[in-house]
T-cell receptor, first 114, second 114 residues
Framework: AQSVTQLGSHVSVSEGALVLLRCNYS??????LFWYVQYPNQGLQLLLK??????LVKGINGFEAEFKKSETSFHLTKPSAHMSDAAEYFC????????????FGKGTLLTVNP | DTAVSQTPKYLVTQMGNDKSIKCEQN?????MYWYKQDSKKFLKIMFS???????INETVPNRFSPKSPDKAHLNLHINSLELGDSAVYFC?????????????FGPGTRLTVL
């Protein structure tokens, strides 16, 4: 079975501050891990994904995430928040298997204050 | 050109009615999905089709019936609508449905059952 826990349903930062969104996963096999972003009234868009290899993954819009197997974590960071980063962020895991099902966390709403 | 499109964007209807949501992707992908996002933003997969064949069928009431006339289309028909069906429904597609594949999401259909 696979699952995702996102710590903090709401994170608020000031413009220019570090963004840190936390994600922990559970998987019985090596997982593929994803971060998706959802802007208001829109569908989801992939920010980045970890498959194999380098554990530090760079994505779009200056975001990056680090896969830490020992901590079963895949936290998302951005050095300097921009107003346009305000959105809902979803961590997701897909461990493969017969159904290749993507399981999402409950999401973290990021607000950016001027 | 919209990669994954859904119609309608908004759907307001009475309890007991039957309604359909249409989805089309022009990415040439083999696999399509339906997700339900509830009022707390939680996303859960409902169905997945690969080349017109059903491969994921989560625990969803049998009032929900997906239909895939070809691999570019996946429609969702809902019978005898209930209040609890109110949600945003997202269609998505991926190249081959593998665990590593990025999923591309449509803009969503907000269903309100009165």
């Amino acid at each position: 079975a696979q699952s995702v826990t996102q710590l903090g349903s709401h994170v608020s930062v000031s413009e220019g501050a570090l963004v840190l969104l936390r994600c922990n996963y559970s998987s019985s096999v090596p997982p593929y891990l994803f971060w998706y972003v959802q802007y208001p009234n829109q569908g989801l868009q992939l920010l980045l994904k970890y498959t194999t290899g380098a554990t530090l993954v760079k994505g779009i819009n200056g975001f990056e995430a680090e896969f830490k197997k020992s901590e079963t974590s895949f936290h998302l960071t951005k050095p300097s928040a921009h107003m346009s980063d305000a959105a809902e962020y979803f961590c997701a895991v897909n461990s493969g298997g017969s159904n290749y099902k993507l399981t999402f966390g409950k999401g973290t709403l990021l607000t950016v204050n001027p | 050109d919209t990669a994954v499109s859904q119609t309608p964007k908004y759907l307001v209807t009475q309890m007991g009615n039957d309604k359909s949501i249409k989805c089309e992707q022009n990415l040439g992908h083999d696999t399509m999905y339906w997700y339900k996002q509830d009022s707390k933003k939680f996303l859960k997969i409902m169905f997945s089709y690969n080349n017109k064949e059903l491969i994921i069928n989560e625990t969803v009431p049998n009032r929900f019936s997906p239909k895939s006339p070809d691999k570019a289309h996946l429609n969702l028909h809902i019978n005898s609508l209930e209040l609890g069906d109110s949600a945003v429904y997202f269609c998505a597609s991926s190249q081959q449905g593998y665990a590593v594949d990025e999923q591309f999401f449509g803009p969503g259909t907000r269903l309100t059952v009165l």
